[in-house]
């Protein structure tokens, strides 16, 4: 049963578009809403993350909106750059846990 | 600090054959995690730590022991190992702060077994 489940697989964007990354969950005592980074022969980095008291949060171009009532998230990146390009992984976990659940990920390719 | 190092980079095997990957950290935190990674399959958690002396199975254990002897160091090892093993592996490490566990990960291990 898959907890987390992301989309689209795969996403190429031109420079300086906004690039969409969305995720559903279905666990409601999930309470912590993490993406993580990763670029080829790399491994997978914080780059944002949201609690569900707030609707939206945003660091830089990089902006997480939070749809409690329908159990989605979604990562917005503004201005896309060539350097973003990387996979994305959305994630969640119960904060009492200790451990996180993963998406499949989104492979981001950003056209120079 | 060097964060989270992982040993071997790359390694191939013949099925059948034993091995076991490091992990290290340097940043004392208590809980630690092996994942593997697959094409379209995400990151799937074998086998974690919530310290030393203590582990506990994840999503997909089957075929993997782990270790967790020195606070700082988490083996995970394969017995007997089959194709079906040939992966990416990351460790992982995590603290808590501000009530939630952010996870620190190292640059992978790429296992083929043949």
């Known amino acids: 049963q898959q907890q987390v489940k992301q989309s689209p697989q795969s996403l190429i964007v031109q420079k300086g578009g906004i690039s969409i990354i969305n995720c559903a969950y279905e666990?409601?005592?999930?309470?912590?809403f993490p993406w993580y980074q990763q670029f080829p022969g790399k491994g997978p980095a914080l780059l944002i993350a949201?609690?569900?008291?707030?609707s939206e949060k945003k660091e830089g171009r990089f902006t997480i909106s939070f749809n409690k009532s329908a159990k989605q998230f979604s990562l917005h990146i503004m201005d896309s750059q060539p350097g973003d390009s990387a996979t994305y992984f959305c994630?969640?976990?119960?904060?009492?846990?200790?451990?996180?659940?993963f998406g499949k990920g989104t492979r981001l390719h950003i056209l120079p | 600090n060097a964060g989270v190092t992982q040993t071997p980079k790359f390694r191939v095997l013949k099925t059948g054959q034993s091995m076991t990957l490091l992990c290290a950290q340097d940043?004392?935190?208590?809980?630690m995690y092996w994942y593997r990674q697959d094409p379209g399959m995400g990151l799937r958690l074998i086998h974690y730590?919530?310290?030393?002396?203590?582990?506990a199975k994840g999503e997909v254990p089957d075929g993997y022991n782990v270790s967790r002897l020195k606070k700082q160091n988490f083996l995970l090892g394969l017995e007997s190992a089959a194709p079906s093993q040939t992966s990416v592996y990351f460790c992982?490490?995590?603290?808590?702060?501000?009530?939630?566990?952010?996870?620190?990960f190292g640059p992978g291990t790429r296992l083929t077994v043949l």
């Open positions: 992982a490490s995590s603290y808590l702060r501000q009530g939630l566990y952010e996870q620190f």
């Open positions: 666990n409601t005592a999930f309470d912590y």
């Open positions: 949201i609690r569900p008291d707030v």
């Open positions: 994630a969640a976990s119960d904060g009492g846990d200790d451990k996180i659940i």
């Open positions: 940043m004392n935190h208590e809980y």
């Open positions: 730590s919530v310290g030393e002396g203590t582990t």
